[in-house]
């Protein structure tokens, strides 16, 4: 168990619909990343935020965004769902800084129909 | 841009073969480097780490080195049991700049027979 949590673990929707899932980082972790999982393109960053601020953008759709709140969890917001967007989503978190270790939840599997 | 590739899978072993996952990088300035453990249904654990070059990461009898002049982290194992059944994913952190997030390569899963 890394210590870092999801909900849902899976999410089942239709084309056109609005998701969030959440996440809950290690105690006493500022940075939170966001990671998609899928077949066809891997494993890619999404977003980070630390302390509340958005700290790095990868390859985040427009339709998709995040935040972080005071008590340090995070929620990703995916909407005008398609169904190249049916993947699995991986948050982690770390201490913040360079290098330190990210530990990942288990993951939100999203299907779109 | 920064970027990893790894060897194709799927590889499979007998136990108590030796493992080699090759990883090669591209990156500016100087990347630490990561390999990542995925066990099916689970999320991603970290295997070992290099911050430099030449730095030899190890772990549960996982080994790899930071080599700059080949900008390549292979991981190593010298007896492999099933329980290591897997996908292995190399990574780095960039390293001007660097936010921290992790660029992976594709992953290679591994499968050991008894």
């Known amino acids: 168990d890394s210590g870092v949590t999801q909900t849902p673990k899976h999410l089942i929707t239709a084309t056109g619909q609005r998701v969030t899932l959440r996440c809950s980082p290690r105690?006493?972790?500022?940075?939170v990343y966001w990671y998609q999982q899928s077949l066809d393109q891997g494993l890619q960053f999404l977003i980070q935020?630390?302390?509340?601020?958005?700290?790095a953008k990868g390859n985040i759709l427009e339709r998709f965004s995040a935040q972080q709140f005071p008590d340090l969890h995070s929620e990703l917001n995916l909407s005008s769902l398609e169904l190249g967007d049916s993947a699995l989503y991986f948050c982690?978190?770390?201490?913040?800084?360079?290098?330190?270790?990210?530990?990942f939840g288990p993951g939100t599997r999203l299907t779109v129909l | 841009g920064d970027s990893v590739t790894q060897m194709e899978g799927p590889v499979t072993l007998s136990e108590e073969a030796f493992l080699t996952i090759n990883c090669t990088y591209t990156a500016t300035g100087y990347p630490s480097l990561f390999w990542y453990v995925q066990y099916p249904g689970e999320g991603l654990q970290l295997l070992l780490k290099?911050?430099?070059?030449?730095d030899k990461g190890s772990n549960k009898g996982f080994e790899a080195t930071y080599r700059k002049e080949t900008t390549s982290f292979h991981l190593e194992k010298g007896s492999v049991q099933v329980s290591d059944s897997a996908v292995y994913f190399c990574?780095?952190?960039?390293?001007?700049?660097?936010?921290?997030?992790?660029?992976f390569g594709q992953g290679t899963t591994l499968q050991v027979k008894p």
């Open positions: 990574a780095l952190t960039h390293g001007s700049g660097n936010t921290g997030k992790l660029i």
């Open positions: 105690s006493g972790d500022l940075s």
């Open positions: 290099a911050t430099k070059a030449d």
């Open positions: 935020y630390y302390n509340g601020e958005e700290r």
């Open positions: 982690a978190s770390s201490l913040g800084g360079l290098n330190n270790e990210q530990f």
